[in-house]
């Protein structure tokens, strides 16, 4: 508990991304099943990593690995003003070296995952320590003149545009939380499809964003006001995350989809925001995203099996169809 307090102050002079903040892990966690490891300096925290405990149901593995609707964990670090390169690099390995030791000292965990940060370039000190690594990718458009976005739009992404403003679809901020839920659940069923979150996970993520100023739940009407299309959007001071999204097929095919994150994108990057589909390593949605003309941007899985009882390490790779 004190260690969670002394992160707090941390986070405010740090500014962590929204994702490693104490009341998003409340949130997507639960106060109890998060906790955080520390690294001080001169009496201040200028390191730390939060993690999430989950229990296997089938196998009783404990697991520290990503909590729900975040998409990336990972140590944070605070540099000193001017520091060159080869002094960061010698700071992560200080920092991440003591990280990594009191992670190995928790109880009872069997497995380590997390997705770091893309602003995590250097994992270095957990290759040292045993730790795998796994490039994945996400997806991002940086701000640039309006111009500039609908000119890197793919040509059939184009038309979409055109067709949507044939339809006067209109953009509504006002969307609640249950609506989304509802709206996300009905389109899902059409498709034969079940939602693989709760309401109650939903209900907790809007009462953070809602606190924090920090995203809202939009949505793409009809003429007859029926919802065509929408998504939730979250953003920290660096970048906006497209968290989830909820499209009507039939609606998609005529634009609605498209003019939904089109504007998202103008919107967010008009104030100096990174936009960010959140990665897929599945080729259609890769298909999907680089239409919009995004970046694809490299991002860390780090991992590590940390028991040594070999049933449990055996349930492992009974459970991932892999060998480490």
């Keep these: 508990m004190m260690k969670k307090k002394g992160y707090v102050a941390y986070c405010c002079r740090a500014n962590v991304p929204l994702f490693l903040t104490p009341d998003w892990l409340d949130a997507v966690c639960g106060e109890s099943n998060w906790d955080v490891v520390t690294y001080e300096s001169g009496g201040r925290i200028i390191g730390a990593l939060p993690y999430?405990?989950?229990?296997?149901?089938?196998?009783?593995?404990?697991?520290?690995?990503?909590?729900?609707?975040?998409?990336?964990?990972?140590?944070?670090?605070?540099?000193?003003?001017?520091?060159?390169?080869?002094?960061?690099?010698?700071l992560e390995k200080e920092v991440c070296s003591s990280l990594i030791e009191q992670?190995?000292?928790?109880?009872?965990?069997?497995?380590?995952?997390?997705?770091?940060?893309?602003?995590?370039?250097?994992?270095?000190?957990?290759?040292?320590?045993?730790?795998?690594?796994?490039?994945?990718?996400?997806?991002?458009?940086?701000?640039?003149?309006?111009e500039e976005l609908l000119k890197?739009?793919?040509p059939d992404n184009r038309r979409l545009l055109k067709k949507a403003e044939g339809h006067d679809f209109t953009l509504d901020f006002n969307l609640s939380a249950t609506e989304f839920f509802g709206i996300h659940s009905t389109f899902l069923t059409k498709r034969k499809d079940t939602i693989s979150y709760s309401a109650d996970l939903l209900q907790r993520i809007d009462r953070v964003i809602r606190e924090r100023k920090c995203g809202?739940?939009?949505c793409v009407r009809n003429r007859e006001g029926c919802v065509a299309a929408a998504?939730?959007?979250?953003?920290?001071?660096?970048?906006?995350?497209?968290?989830?999204?909820?499209?009507?097929?039939?609606?998609?095919?005529?634009?609605?989809a498209a003019y939904l994150v089109v504007e998202a994108i103008r919107r967010y990057?008009?104030?100096?925001?990174?936009?960010?589909?959140?990665?897929?390593m599945i080729e259609s949605v890769e298909q999907a995203y680089r239409r919009y003309g995004s970046i694809q941007t490299p991002y860390f899985k780090i991992s590590k099996i940390l028991t040594r009882n070999p049933l449990k390490r055996f349930l492992f790779h009974l459970r991932n169809g892999d060998l480490q």
Excluded at 119 to 136: D, E, L, M, S, V
Excluded at 244 to 256: C, K, L, N, Y
């Design 231 to 256: 998504a939730l959007f979250v953003r920290d001071s660096r970048t906006a995350y497209m968290l989830i999204s909820a499209f009507d097929r039939h609606q998609s095919q005529i634009g609605a």
């Design 216 to 218: 809202e739940f939009v």
């Design 52 to 90: 999430y405990i989950y229990r296997g149901a089938k196998t009783g593995l404990k697991y520290i690995t990503q909590p729900p609707m975040t998409q990336f964990m990972g140590p944070w670090i605070i540099y000193p003003d001017g520091s060159s390169d080869s002094k960061k690099r010698e």
């Design 152 to 154: 890197n739009l793919f």
């Design 269 to 280: 990057t008009a104030q100096g925001l990174t936009f960010d589909f959140e990665g897929s």
């Design 103 to 146: 992670l190995e000292q928790i109880p009872g965990i069997d497995f380590f995952e997390q997705n770091f940060s893309p602003a995590i370039t250097n994992w270095q000190p957990f290759y040292w320590k045993g730790y795998r690594q796994t490039t994945r990718y996400t997806y991002r458009i940086s701000p640039v003149p309006q």
